[in-house]
């Protein structure tokens, strides 16, 4: 073996001790880092996210009126699923921060006290929600498709995504929050149903029908 064969071999030695790998021809370096741990392949980890909080929508002081989730009368338990979902991914991204998390409560009564707020037959005014949320994260995108490419790619950067899923037991979509990705399926945590930490598959089939994004501020 000549000098220079066996200086490239303690080299290559020294690159895969320290998480790195040898790709491609010619002896190109190509290594992906996430969360502290390099992964096989170049290929990022779906890691899982820890929220700060969780919340029930139909926990006792939400099945009856007042407080009223909004115009029409509804409870926050019979329809507050959005509301739900968005309060643990904006406590989720205040509680990283060091910021006072905010109360489902007070979101509710945000988006009573604006004309649109709430719209038609009780759904989420995502748009004028996205003003209150935005002092704090950003909207990135949502679409009303099976993202899954989308989906995992936002695991891996470790934020937690909202999932519009059918609920065929009360016959129509649902929100959930998604936190991780367990083999074929994703870990979701319910605002719906007990017990809330479930996956994607065991109670909804493994389908989605829609994403919606938030990511923090650079």
């Avoid at 009573?112 to 995108?141: H, M, P, Q, T």
């Avoid at 598959?201 to 994403?211: C, L, P, T, W």
Wanted: include cysteine.
């Amino acid at each position: 073996m000549t000098s220079r064969a066996a200086l490239l071999m303690k080299m290559q030695r020294r690159q895969w001790r320290h998480g790195q790998r040898l790709m491609g021809r010619a002896g190109q370096l190509r290594f992906v880092k996430h969360g502290g741990r390099f992964s096989d392949y170049g290929t990022p980890q779906v890691v899982g996210i820890e929220l700060p909080m969780t919340v029930y929508q139909c926990a006792d002081e939400f099945k009856t009126t007042p407080p009223y989730y909004d115009k029409t009368w509804n409870s926050i338990c019979n329809s507050g699923c959005a509301l739900a979902s968005i309060t643990m991914v904006l406590n989720y991204y205040l509680d990283k921060e060091g910021l006072p998390m905010v109360d489902i409560l007070e979101l509710n009564n945000w988006l009573n006290n604006r004309k649109n707020g709430y719209i038609g037959s009780g759904k989420v005014n995502w748009w004028a929600l996205d003003k209150y949320l935005d002092a704090n994260i950003k909207f990135v995108e949502s679409s009303d498709i099976e993202y899954i490419a989308k989906l995992n790619d936002e695991l891996t950067k470790g934020y937690p995504m909202i999932l519009k899923v059918f609920n065929s037991k009360a016959g129509r979509y649902h929100f959930v929050v998604t936190v991780g990705k367990s083999g074929e399926t994703w870990d979701i945590i319910d605002p719906g149903y007990q017990p809330q930490k479930t996956t994607l598959a065991e109670r909804y089939g493994n389908r989605f029908q829609g994403i919606r994004v938030y990511e923090p501020y650079k």
